[in-house]
Nanobody, 126 residues
Framework: QVQLVESGGGLVQAGGSLRLSCAAS????????MGWFRQAPGKEREFVAAISNFGSNKDYADSMKGRFTIARDNAKNTVYLQMNSLKPEDTAVYYC???????????????????WGQGTQVTVSS
């Protein structure tokens, strides 16, 4: 059974930075692409970023490009999301997810992910 545990969320002022971590257990981490999604109150869950199994390919939502960076450390079974230049509209619960694939095919679709973490709250004040 795969388990994903996010950490690193918190309260930050607009323009600030946070780094989220997602530690995986229960499987072979390097076999999976990984993704980050977020959900704000009253809104649909949305794709943030994804990374292929060895980290050679990355994908971002347009609104996050240039501000967010996804990375992974397969030796530590951990995927990261570095978030810079944060805006109040980035406020949401952020979730990491395990892909059913190794590559980034259809990475923006939540349907290609089969395990999810519990989420970590990110709040950006203006």
């Amino acid at each position: 059974q795969v388990q994903l545990v996010e950490s690193g969320g918190g309260l930050v002022q607009a323009g600030g930075s946070l780094r989220l971590s997602c530690a995986a257990s229960g499987g072979t981490f390097s076999n999976w692409a990984m993704g980050w999604f977020r959900q704000a109150p009253g809104k649909e869950r949305e794709f943030v970023a994804a990374i292929s199994n060895f980290g050679s390919n990355k994908d971002y939502a347009d609104s996050m490009k240039g501000r967010f960076t996804i990375a992974r450390d397969n030796a530590k079974n951990t995927v990261y999301l570095q978030m810079n230049s944060l805006k109040p509209e980035d406020t949401a619960v952020y979730y990491c997810a395990k892909s059913i694939y190794r590559t980034l095919i259809n990475s923006k679709s939540a349907d290609r992910y089969d395990y999810w973490g519990q989420g970590t709250q990110v709040t950006v004040s203006s």
